[in-house]
């Protein structure tokens, strides 16, 4: 996470939780004359609608109107859900989903590799730990880039979309 991102959820993560939802995540995408700010926001206990979409999106443009945390940025604020195949961004979001098939993608290689698709098999000492065929890999939150789950199974699908 970079320290934007950080400032862009501590800043929108309050309004967003008023609204009785979560800041899954913050990306910055594009060029810095005109990028997309996109917020992916949750709900653990139902799906997300266009409805909430459309209320974060309202409520959190007028906090981006008076805080001007992206001057002299042109930009054009998204607000979505985070979908079945979610990206997963933290620690916090490996452990929701213990159990899951997930691609992990690395910030610096391990054993020639950055790329690994396994089970989460737990997380421990601010660590991910992944089965892959057979072997269980520990990777450090700070080496994670981030994460993607794969559904596999379509009867877990409601379960991702309801949070568990």
Not at 1 to 30: F, H, R, S, Y
Request: charged content about 30%; some cysteine; overall charge negative.
């Amino acid at each position: 996470m970079t320290p934007k991102q950080k400032q862009l959820i501590d800043l929108l993560g309050p309004t967003v939780q008023a609204l009785d939802l979560n800041l899954w995540a913050v990306e910055i995408i594009g060029r810095a004359n005109r990028s997309t700010l996109r917020l992916i926001i949750d709900h653990f206990e139902r799906p997300v609608t266009v409805q909430d979409c459309e209320q974060v999106s309202r409520q959190v443009s007028r906090i981006l109107d008076v805080e001007d945390p992206l001057p002299a940025e042109r930009y054009t604020l998204e607000v979505s859900s985070p979908g079945i195949e979610r990206s997963l961004y933290s620690l916090d979001h490996f452990e929701r989903f213990v159990g899951y098939q997930v691609k992990v993608k690395l910030k610096v290689p391990f054993e020639r590799r950055k790329n690994f698709t396994g089970l989460i098999s737990g997380v421990e000492n601010q660590s991910l730990l992944l089965q892959e065929e057979g072997v269980e890999y520990e990777f450090p939150a700070e080496h994670i880039e981030r994460g993607q789950l794969m559904v596999t199974d379509v009867t877990k699908v409601g379960e991702i979309k309801h949070g568990r």
